[in-house]
């Protein structure tokens, strides 16, 4: 009997960046995950940064944290929304009260910040954050403290995507995708 799918809740908004969901999205499920989209609003369909339309599985409030095993959320101008809505920040602070992985790339990271996850951690973001995130590693590509994995932004999304690879299947996998798409 095989074990279930590792399972991973990715938030997007409209404006989100593509690169910081895509790379991230790909490079789990060529490792096995079920990566499941979650809207803000239960539209089916969520418009990127750079007009990139995506399908989405589910409404963010029909997700239950018990069924994932990681928090993605990608950045762009999505995440001033993202943070005014504020259940991605409350869904960061069930994941990582319940000892699950949050991962934040570009200014996603500020999401962290409200939740009151980066205190005390290293982490890295978009240049652009660094006035609300002064302690940000300017020269980190990807940065992982306990539950928390930051990147800094579209430029380093496939490292980001492999951190997350790593942390969820192992060195192996992330070595085969590696060599597979020649990285």
Known sequence: MS???????????????????????????RAGADVVLASLDGEPWVESRNKLVVRTDVALDGVNVGDFALLLLPGGPSVRSLRVDGRARDFAVRFASAKKPVAAICAAPLILADAGLLEGKR??????????LPRALANERVVTDGLITTSRGAGTAVDFAFALVRRLFGDHPASEISSDIMA
């Open 123 to 132: 982490f890295t973001a978009h240049h652009s954050t660094f006035g609300e």
């Open 3 to 29: 074990s279930p799918p590792v399972r991973v809740l990715c938030v997007v908004a409209p404006g989100f960046e593509e690169l910081e969901a895509v790379a991230p999205i790909d490079l789990l499920r």
